[in-house]
């Protein structure tokens, strides 16, 4: 005879999801991006070590995976 599992606690988490919903810092559609690279960006040449600029997320996602951008400000040259 198998013994009953113990569940753990359900809290209230319709208000907890309506916070984390609601929060711009959980999933920002814009994000800051920092070129490590040169390379050129909707007509504009995005030159290494350069200021961060604020793109969509998908843009700052497909720019990230091609290594010529990031989300962390870069240390300077040496």
């Given at each position: 005879?198998?013994?009953?599992?113990?569940?753990?606690?359900?809290?209230?988490?319709?208000?907890?999801?309506?916070k984390?919903v609601?929060?711009?810092?959980?999933?920002?559609?814009?994000?800051?991006?920092?070129?490590?690279?040169?390379?050129?960006?909707?007509?504009?040449?995005?030159?290494?070590?350069?200021?961060?600029?604020?793109?969509?997320?998908?843009?700052?996602?497909?720019?990230?995976?091609?290594r010529v951008?990031?989300?962390?400000?870069?240390?300077?040259?040496?």
């Amino acid at each position: 005879m198998a013994r009953p599992r113990k569940v753990a606690p359900v809290a209230d988490t319709s208000s907890e999801t309506a916070k984390a919903v609601a929060s711009p810092e959980t999933n920002p559609s814009e994000v800051t991006i920092y070129p490590l690279r040169s390379y050129l960006d909707a007509g504009e040449i995005k030159r290494r070590g350069g200021p961060g600029y604020t793109v969509p997320k998908r843009h700052a996602d497909a720019l990230i995976a091609q290594r010529v951008a990031s989300t962390t400000k870069p240390d300077g040259d040496k």
